[in-house]
């Protein structure tokens, strides 16, 4: 079995999770829809595959059993719940959307059409956060109950007409970013049960309209503790982070490429990037959505899974706005 797949969207994460589909032997890249159809033929002539200038288009005549939703930020949910309620798998890119609110028509719309909703939470997969996973789930240095990460940008995004630099459109930073490292820390450590953030513009860009500099407090189920520094304000930058476990303590630099581990009772462990050679992030999440209909199994990321990050998201939004801590869920 084949399964068909279409394309809405084709900036340049919608083309390399298309172009890694089309890798794969038990998928077939069919489609693509974008309303800017330089961007569609472009991709098109690419793949030797059918372009459309609309979404609604594709699902009525691309003849596709799954779709990749690619588009800006707002448009995730309404744009997910259509490609659900015309009978197509989904796949949606990250954040799964801007409200909980929004995830749950997606929810509700997926599970009405019985198809498959998995959300591009890629960061799972790649080399230093997949390995990270690998060790920790090996018990070597017990259950993690601290974890700090730094996440810092330059500041400069480019065009301020591009729907990136709009808090409207993608959301802010902890959106269009951090809901990278919000989930991958609820990936580690567990449900998060409150939290609590301050932010602030202060570089004052003109490329952006939200914030530079976020700092986010989380509070886990488990009782542990989590803190993000993140955005868009440090002329040095830097991708970082510990995990502190009950029998040692792991850091990582994902700009280097390493991660360094001990535990209390045993040598400091080094790993490179040669340690760590993996399937491609984005070929591997589109693979498991691909198998998970085929084999008619719940998806690696599924509905639930990505609701949970948005709220994490969504909360420290409203702790920043009414300076107060938020509870989860809510």
């Known amino acids: 079995m084949k399964v068909k797949v279409g394309l809405i969207g084709c900036g340049n994460m919608g083309s390399g999770l298309f172009k890694a589909c089309a890798q794969l032997d038990n998928a077939e890249a069919v489609a693509v829809a974008d309303p800017i159809a330089e961007n569609a033929k472009r991709l098109a002539d690419e793949l030797n595959v059918n372009a459309f200038s609309s979404y609604e288009e594709m699902l009525d005549k691309g003849g596709i059993d799954a779709a990749i939703v690619a588009v800006p930020n707002y448009l995730h949910a309404n744009v997910s719940v259509a490609v659900a309620h015309s009978g197509k798998h989904v796949f949606c890119e990250k954040p799964m959307a801007l409200t909980v609110d929004d995830c749950d028509r997606m929810i509700k719309a ?9 959300i591009g939470q890629v960061l799972r997969y790649l080399p230093v956060f997949n390995k990270m996973k690998e060790i920790l789930d090996s018990g070597l240095l017990g259950n993690p109950f601290s974890m700090y990460v730094s996440r810092l940008g330059s500041g400069t995004w480019g065009n301020p007409q591009h729907w ?167």
Not at 110 to 118: G, P, T
Not at 172 to 184: I, M
């Open 110 to 118: 997926s599970e009405s059409s019985n198809v498959k909703l998995m």
């Open 164 to 330: 990136r630099m709009k808090a409207e459109t993608c959301g802010g930073v902890l959106y269009e970013l951090n809901v990278h490292e919000l989930d991958y820390m609820r990936y580690v450590c567990g449900d998060v049960d409150s939290v609590c953030s301050h932010m602030g513009n202060f570089l004052k860009h003109d490329t952006r309209d939200y914030e530079d500099t976020v700092h986010v407090l989380l509070k886990f189920k488990s009782g542990g503790m989590g803190s993000l520094l993140a955005g868009q304000c440090s002329s040095i930058g830097g991708y970082d982070g510990k995990i502190h476990c009950t029998r040692g303590t792991m850091h990582f630099d994902n700009g280097k490429g390493t991660i360094n581990y001990k535990p209390f009772d045993g040598e400091e462990v080094t790993l490179g990037r040669d340690d760590m050679k993996t399937e491609p992030g984005v070929r591997r999440e589109i693979r498991l959505f691909i198998e998970s209909i085929i084999e008619d199994k719940e998806p690696p990321i599924p509905g639930w899974d990505g609701k949970k990050t948005i709220e994490i998201v969504q909360g420290a939004y409203i702790s920043a706005k009414e300076d107060r801590e938020v509870k989860l869920p809510f």
